[in-house]
């Protein structure tokens, strides 16, 4: 059912942003094309946004003028060696039951935040793993003329932390994911998969609300050349050799800046974190800041890997 006037705060990871014009819940590819058709029998050239886990978003203070549709398609199911999951589906629960199945392919993504249609879009990765390892089949439907698509993985289009379906002009919307695993041994699986949880646990600032990382690393052929041998050492390949954007942020000496309740993260200098009324305008303010003195020590430019909507 169309609603109207809705505070988007509660469905943002961050606790952050104002109220959407329009508001869509949605739980099947029916109620997401009759809501579709609805709204647009109201405004035909009104704008469409896609809230999944809205774990690396950031929603502006003033709102969206425009349809917030909120993704609430779920289920898993295995076929062989594939699941098949809902893009609400949350990262958490695909890896429960890849390890429940005794499946292999996803331990990268342990503790991975948002949902596997987020993770798909963006094409998520962490400790050398993506998400374009193991997807075979995404099934979406266009927002435009309604048409439902599948692709395979090739047609995904997928790059560092992207995907055809973040690069595209017209929007589109995930229904289900496929991921083709590797039957394995079940203890080794959940080890593995319980060891990225606790690295995450340890190192990420998970007692306050974020949007995750909020710059893409830094590939290291973008790092000018005097400063590739000083740190050497930093390197890491992320699937490829960069160097994380959180060392370049703690090496200007930006940890712990705030603007507002917004704060730059002391234990992880890639996490602008939320201490209880940050605005979405504290947060862009932090992030100026950042890629300022970046560029202006370093000589290198940081990219957002977060969605400003």
Not at 20 to 39: H, M, T
Not at 107 to 130: H, K, T
Not at 168 to 182: D, H, K, M, R
């Amino acid at each position: 059912m169309l609603k109207r006037n809705v505070s988007l705060k509660d469905f943002s990871n961050y606790k952050i942003g104002g109220n959407a014009a329009y508001f869509l819940e949605v739980s099947s590819k029916n109620d997401l094309i009759k809501g579709i058709k609805q709204f647009r029998g109201e405004n035909p050239n009104g704008k469409i946004f896609i809230l999944g886990g809205a774990t690396n978003i950031l929603i502006r203070d003033e709102g969206i003028d425009g349809l917030a549709i909120h993704n609430n398609i779920l289920g898993i199911e295995r076929n062989g060696d594939n699941l098949t999951a809902g893009s609400m589906e949350s990262m958490v629960n695909v890896n429960r039951k890849a390890i429940e199945e005794s499946l292999s392919g996803l331990e990268w993504s342990g503790g991975l935040p948002g949902s596997i249609g987020g993770a798909v879009r963006g094409n998520a990765g962490a400790f050398g793993g993506e998400m374009k390892d193991s997807v075979s089949k995404v099934e979406s439907v266009d927002l435009t003329t309604l048409e439902e698509k599948i692709r395979d993985n090739v047609h995904c289009e997928f790059g560092y932390r992207t995907s055809i379906f973040k690069t595209q002009g017209t929007p589109e919307f995930i229904i289900s994911v496929t991921v083709s695993l590797t039957l394995g041994d079940k203890k080794q699986i959940k080890q593995a998969t319980l060891e990225k949880i606790e690295y995450r646990k340890a190192k990420h600032p998970l007692e306050y609300p974020s949007a995750g990382s909020v710059f893409k690393n830094v590939s290291l052929s973008q790092i000018p050349q005097q400063l590739k041998e000083q740190w050497k050492e930093h390197i890491k390949n992320d699937p490829f050799p960069v160097i994380p954007a959180a060392v370049i942020i703690a090496l200007a000496g930006l940890s712990g800046i705030r603007s507002g309740d917004a704060l730059l993260s002391e234990k992880h200098t890639n996490f602008i974190v939320n201490l209880g009324n940050a605005k979405a305008t504290d947060v862009k303010a932090v992030i100026e800041i950042i890629k300022k003195t970046v560029r202006e020590k370093f000589g290198i430019q940081l990219e957002e890997e977060i969605i400003y909507l």
